[in-house]
């Protein structure tokens, strides 16, 4: 699945660019609050990247790649798939799983754009397809991930996202609640900054609780490269995790 992964992402290359764009790209990586924008028509966007996650001293899980794929079908509605190569080594019960998560599909939709961009706010819904996901990280069932996002522009250079939804637990399969909050600062027309503070809520369970921050450079309109890092503030979260990525507009 990775290499044919790979072998699209290369033809993306070759074939003729007849999906111009005049916007500068945004992209929903690196960070876990997601973005209120939406393509284009037509607009196609590439978005991979690579992550670790050190969950304790000994366990850890790499995401290798993650990719969304992304397409305009209206200037306010997109389509969506989503598809993690994962490998989770657990060496505290001597156990190393390693396959493909299940591909999630679905739309993002466009709700509210106040005139001169001040607030926006967008709807994110995802279905998990447990039929294309490897046996080991079959759930079983299909999921559904919801969020809602939002953002205010509080200058030229400074904005706000925040994120509420339900997401879903791929270590003890379930549901669960996430709460994302992000301020983003542009440093220049190529670099922007973040911090965020993310956690997940579930019944019966400890909350995980994340900081991270991190940041994006833009090549012209088309290309951004992004790095981030981050911690877990409390003993249900990760030691540490570290990202990285790519993302295009073709």
């Known amino acids: 699945m990775i290499v044919i992964l790979y072998i699209v992402v290369a033809l993306l290359f070759i074939v003729p ?15 876990e609050t997601q973005a209120t924008s939406t393509l284009s028509r ?55 799983h390693h396959g493909l998560e299940p591909v999630e599909v679905g739309l993002k939709i466009k709700l ?20 294309l996901a490897s046996k080991v990280f079959d759930p079983g069932k299909a999921y559904h991930k919801i969020r809602l996002l939002m953002e205010n522009e509080l200058t030229s250079k400074l904005k706000f996202g925040y994120n509420i939804g339900s997401d879903w637990n791929e270590e003890e399969h379930h549901q669960n609640w996430i709460i994302s909050c992000a301020p983003q600062l542009k440093l220049s027309d190529h670099v922007q900054v973040y911090i965020e503070e993310f956690s997940f809520l579930q019944e019966h369970s400890i909350p995980q609780h994340h900081l991270q921050g991190g940041l994006a450079y833009t090549f012209g309109k088309k290309i951004q490269l992004d790095a981030s890092s981050g911690l877990g503030l409390n003993s249900a979260s990760p030691d540490y995790f570290i990202n990285a990525g790519i993302s295009l507009r073709l």
Do not use: M
Not at 17 to 31: H, K, M, N, V
């Open 17 to 31: 660019q007849y999906l111009f764009c005049q916007d500068t790209i945004e992209a929903d990586r690196p960070g």
């Open 42 to 96: 037509k607009q196609f966007q590439v978005e991979l990247g690579v992550q670790k996650e050190q969950q304790n001293k000994h366990d850890y899980f790499l995401q290798h790649p993650d990719a969304s794929l992304r397409f305009g079908i209206t200037n306010r509605i997109e389509l969506r798939a989503h598809l993690s190569e994962e490998t989770h080594k657990i060496y505290s019960v001597n156990e190393i």
């Open 112 to 131: 509210w754009d106040k005139e001169e961009g001040k607030f926006q706010s967008s709807i994110l819904a995802q279905i998990g397809i447990p039929s």
